[in-house]
C-alpha cells in the first residue's frame, strides 16, 4: 500500500461530498490537513510544515507547496485578486523557486506543478469525484487503479524520451497533468484542464540574457538557503558550480561533495579544488569541501537486487541507487536538510543540436555553418545528417516511423542529434506481446500527437527537461526518508524561462561550451573555473561495476516479475547480461529494464491497506 509506506505525498481534493470517502480513506496516513472554506478537506498529506505557506481572503485561499520565498501576506494577496481560476496566472508566472500552486476559490478548485515535470500532479476520477495527487502511486491506492501492463511495458524503452508516453503513469486511468497546464476541479465533480504556460519568445541577446538568468538563478537559490544554518550540494561540473558560488555569494554556509572517478582524464576534483580556493581567496566564504575517493564510492550496478526505496514509477536511477545515495546519505549525516544540485544545466545551457533543423529555414547559411560544426565536432555521419536536417515529417508522422522501428538495432554512434528525439527501441528480451502492446500505444497517440514546441530544438529540449527531471524527482522520493531536500534550482519555472527567452543560435553553439551560463556567472564563479569546458562522466565506472556487480544483476533475472507479466523473455535477458556489453552504447538498453524489475520488486513489499 503506497499511502502508509511513502513519507511524502500531497492529495488536493473538490469541494464536494462525494469527496469524504476518499479522505476518510487517506486521512490515517496524513499529517497535514488543511480544509477548503466549507469545511470539506482540501489539502492532505505529508510534507514538512514549513513547506507550505496558506493566504485567505473570504471563500478564497492559496497555498503554496514546496521551495520557495512566498510569504503568506503575498499568498493572501493572491487569494484577495482571485476570482476565478485563470486570475491567478500572473502569480503563476512571476513568484520563484519549485513548487504547487494549490487554490480553493469559492468551491472551485485549481492545481499545478512546475513546468518541467520536477513538481509533478496526476489525476483521476473515482465514484464520481476527480482529485489530483503529487504521487501516481498514492493516488492509484486511493481510487482502486489497476496496474496497466502496457504502460509499464513503455517504461522498457531505451532513453525514456518518447513524449506523450514516457510521462504517463503505469496506472490505468491515472493521467500526468501536463506542466504547462492547470488543473481545474469543478463544484459537479468533473476536472478540466487550461493552459497557463507558453515558451518565451527566443529573441534575447546573449549578454541581456545572461543577466536575467544570473538574477533568476540568484533568486532560484535564495529560495532554498535564506534562513538556513548550512546547506549541503554537489561540487563537480559547470552547472552545480554555478549553484555553489550563487549559495556562497549570497551568504550560505555551503558544505560541498565531490565524487572522484576511477577516470583519469575525469578532471571534477581538479576544478572543484581550484573553485573552493579561489572563493577563499576572494574573501566570500568558505566552503567546507570534501572529496570522496573514487575506490570509497560505490559503482553502478552496486545492490541493484536488494533496493527498497518506494517510487511512484521505475527509475533508470535504479542502477546507481547506491552510488549517488552513497552521497546524499553524506549530506544528510552531517545534518543538511537542503542539498544542491546542478540537475537541469545540460538540457537548458547546453541545448538541443536539433535546433539547427529549426534554424535551416530561417538563415540557412548559419544552420550549414552550424551543423557542419556539429559534425566536426562530435564526428557525426555527414549522410545521416543531410538525411535528418532535410526530414520535414511532423511529429505524428516521426511517431509512427518510432512505432515501426522499435525492434531495429540502436542507431549507431555516429548517428547525428537533428531529430525530434533519438528513436528510443525495445530490448531484444521483450517479448512480442510487450512490443505489440508499446507499438499499439504510439500508434494511438501518432494521430493526435503534437510536440512540445514549435520546432524540433525546442520540443528536444523540453522534453529532455521532463524526461531527466523525473529523475531528479524520484531521488527526492528517495531522500526523504533522510529528511533531506535534493533541490534543482535550474528546473524552477523563471530559469526555464530566462535560459529559452535567448537567441537559440546564441544559447546554442558547436563553438563555445554552455556561452549563457559562462557569461551569467561573470563575478560569481572565479574566473579559474568560469569558462570551464569539459564534462566529465561515469562510463568508466559503469563497465568497472557491471563486471564487479554481474552477479547482482543476474539475480534479478531469477524468478523475474518482468517475466511473471509475459513483458520480457528472463533467459534471452539473463543471455545478455551474462556476456560483454558496452557500457558506452548498450546499456541504454539495459537500465529501463532493471529499473522496472526493481520497481515491481520494491512494490510487493509495501503493506497492505484493508479495503472498505
Not at 472551485?108 to 509533478?120: E, F, K, Y
Not at 552496486?302 to 552521497?327: E, I, T, Y
Not at 535551416?360 to 538525411?387: D, E, F, I, N, Q
Not at 568508466?540 to 509475459?566: I, N, P, Q, Y
Amino acid at each position: 500500500m503506497s499511502v502508509a509506506a511513502v513519507p511524502a505525498w500531497l492529495l488536493v481534493l473538490p469541494d464536494t461530498d462525494e469527496a469524504a470517502a476518499v479522505a476518510a480513506r487517506a486521512r490515517p496516513y496524513a499529517s497535514e490537513v488543511h480544509a477548503h472554506a466549507s469545511g470539506r478537506p482540501w489539502l492532505m498529506g505529508r510534507w514538512r510544515p514549513e513547506e507550505l505557506v496558506l493566504g485567505e481572503c473570504g471563500g478564497a485561499r492559496v497555498a503554496v507547496l514546496g521551495e520557495h520565498a512566498v510569504t503568506p501576506r503575498e499568498a493572501a494577496r493572491a487569494a484577495a485578486a482571485a476570482g476565478d481560476p485563470a486570475s491567478l496566472d500572473s502569480f503563476a508566472r512571476s513568484w520563484h523557486g519549485s513548487y504547487h500552486l494549490l487554490a480553493s476559490l469559492h468551491g472551485r478548485v485549481r492545481a499545478q506543478g512546475t513546468v518541467t515535470g520536477v513538481r509533478s500532479l496526476c489525476h483521476a476520477g473515482t465514484r464520481g469525484v476527480h482529485l489530483a495527487a503529487d504521487r501516481a502511486d498514492v493516488l492509484a491506492d486511493l481510487v482502486d487503479a489497476p496496474l496497466d501492463e502496457g504502460r509499464l511495458a513503455v517504461q522498457l524503452l531505451s532513453l525514456g524520451v518518447l513524449h506523450p508516453l514516457s510521462q504517463r503513469p503505469v496506472w490505468r486511468g491515472v493521467e500526468t497533468l501536463p506542466g504547462h497546464d492547470y488543473l481545474v476541479l469543478e463544484r459537479d465533480g468533473r476536472a478540466r484542464r487550461a493552459r497557463w504556460w507558453r515558451l518565451p519568445r527566443r529573441d534575447v541577446p546573449l549578454a541581456e540574457g545572461a543577466a536575467h538568468l544570473r538574477e533568476a538563478l540568484r533568486r532560484a537559490v535564495g529560495a532554498r538557503v535564506d534562513g538556513r544554518d548550512l546547506v549541503t550540494a554537489d561540487l563537480g561540473g559547470v552547472d552545480s558550480t554555478a549553484v555553489v558560488c550563487t549559495a556562497v555569494r549570497a551568504g550560505a554556509k555551503v558544505t560541498a561533495y565531490t565524487a572522484a572517478t576511477h577516470d583519469p582524464r575525469g578532471d571534477d576534483v581538479h576544478w572543484a579544488r581550484r573553485t573552493v580556493e579561489a572563493l577563499a581567496a576572494d574573501g566570500e566564504g568558505t566552503v567546507e569541501h570534501h572529496v570522496v575517493p573514487a575506490e570509497d564510492f560505490p559503482l553502478t550496478f552496486d545492490g541493484v537486487d536488494a533496493l527498497s526505496d518506494v517510487l511512484d514509477a521505475p527509475s533508470l536511477f535504479a542502477v546507481d541507487h547506491n552510488r549517488r545515495m552513497g552521497l546524499l546519505r553524506l549530506a544528510a549525516d552531517r545534518g543538511s536538510t537542503v542539498h544542491l544540485s546542478g540537475f537541469g544545466g545540460d538540457e537548458l545551457l547546453a541545448g538541443a543540436s536539433a535546433r539547427v533543423h529549426d534554424l535551416l529555414r530561417r538563415r540557412p547559411r548559419a544552420a550549414v555553418r552550424h551543423a557542419r560544426g556539429y559534425l566536426a565536432k562530435y564526428r557525426w555521419s555527414r549522410r545521416a545528417a543531410v538525411r535528418q536536417l532535410l526530414d520535414r515529417r511532423p511529429y505524428g508522422a516521426w511517431l509512427e516511423q518510432v512505432a515501426a522501428d522499435l525492434t531495429e538495432p540502436l542507431p549507431p554512434s555516429d548517428e547525428p542529434l537533428f531529430q525530434w528525439c533519438t528513436p528510443p527501441r525495445m530490448p531484444p528480451w521483450a517479448t512480442a506481446d510487450a512490443v505489440e502492446a508499446v507499438r499499439a500505444l504510439i500508434r494511438e497517440e501518432a494521430a493526435a500527437a503534437r510536440p512540445l514546441g514549435p520546432g524540433h530544438g525546442e520540443h528536444r529540449e523540453l522534453a529532455t527537461m521532463q524526461a531527466v527531471s523525473r529523475f531528479a524527482r524520484h531521488l527526492n522520493q528517495m531522500t526523504r526518508p533522510l529528511g533531506l531536500l535534493f533541490a534543482c534550482p535550474f528546473y524552477d519555472d523563471r530559469v526555464v524561462e530566462a535560459g529559452l527567452a535567448v537567441r537559440p543560435e546564441e544559447r546554442v553553439t558547436p563553438w563555445r561550451y554552455k556561452p549563457l551560463i559562462v557569461e551569467a556567472m561573470r563575478g560569481v564563479v572565479p574566473e579559474a573555473g568560469r569558462t570551464r569546458a569539459t564534462k566529465a562522466n561515469a562510463t568508466l565506472e559503469e563497465e568497472v561495476g557491471l563486471r564487479r556487480h554481474r552477479r547482482a544483476l543476474l539475480a534479478l533475472c531469477e524468478d523475474s516479475r518482468l517475466a511473471r507479466l509475459g513483458l520480457v523473455d528472463a533467459k534471452a535477458w539473463r543471455a545478455w547480461c551474462d556476456g560483454p556489453v558496452s557500457a558506452e552504447l548498450e546499456n541504454v538498453l539495459l537500465h529501463p529494464t532493471v529499473g522496472c524489475e526493481v520497481w515491481l520488486r520494491g512494490r510487493e513489499a509495501l503493506p497492505r491497506r484493508p479495503r472498505g
